[in-house]
């Protein structure tokens, strides 16, 4: 597996390779979950958002004893919304920002349509 790490905000992020393909693992700072059912099944919920403003969940990476060590995510090779917002040399004008606004509705949107059903039937 080759990585590279990133620290941004205080969250270690490693690029690695998945089945073939680029991923990031962000570090968890406490690896105290166990992959249990229950979890399993909170995790298959946000699999299924899907949005182009979405950084797609793959899973979780667990050690030896099934603790939660890594969220496994899409590789997204311009940086998250985090990094790009810290760049200093990055110009936030109002086009910018309202089209920020409308893709975070929106997002919000469907994590309320998928998530809230989910949430009320556990």
């Given at each position: 597996?080759?990585?590279?790490?990133?620290?941004?905000?205080?969250?270690?992020?490693?690029?690695?390779?998945?089945?073939?393909?680029?991923?990031d693992?962000?570090?968890?700072?406490?690896?105290?979950?166990?992959?249990?059912?229950?979890?399993?099944?909170?995790?298959?919920?946000?699999?299924?958002?899907?949005?182009?403003?979405?950084?797609?969940?793959?899973?979780?990476?667990?050690?030896?004893?099934?603790?939660?060590?890594?969220?496994?995510?899409?590789?997204?090779?311009?940086?998250?919304?985090?990094?790009?917002?810290?760049?200093?040399?990055?110009?936030?004008?109002?086009?910018?920002?309202?089209?920020?606004?409308?893709?975070?509705?929106?997002?919000?949107?469907?994590?309320?349509?998928?998530?809230l059903?989910?949430?009320?039937?556990v």
């Amino acid at each position: 597996m080759s990585t590279k790490e990133i620290l941004a905000r205080d969250v270690l992020t490693v690029e690695a390779i998945y089945q073939g393909n680029a991923v990031d693992l962000r570090l968890l700072d406490k690896p105290n979950h166990r992959a249990t059912p229950m979890l399993r099944t909170v995790f298959d919920t946000i699999k299924r958002l899907q949005h182009p403003n979405l950084q797609i969940f793959i899973g979780i990476a667990v050690d030896d004893e099934q603790l939660c060590k890594y969220v496994v995510g899409e590789f997204c090779s311009k940086g998250t919304l985090m990094q790009l917002l810290e760049r200093t040399s990055f110009n936030l004008d109002w086009e910018f920002k309202s089209s920020l606004l409308k893709d975070i509705a929106s997002v919000h949107g469907q994590i309320t349509d998928i998530c809230l059903p989910a949430c009320l039937s556990v």
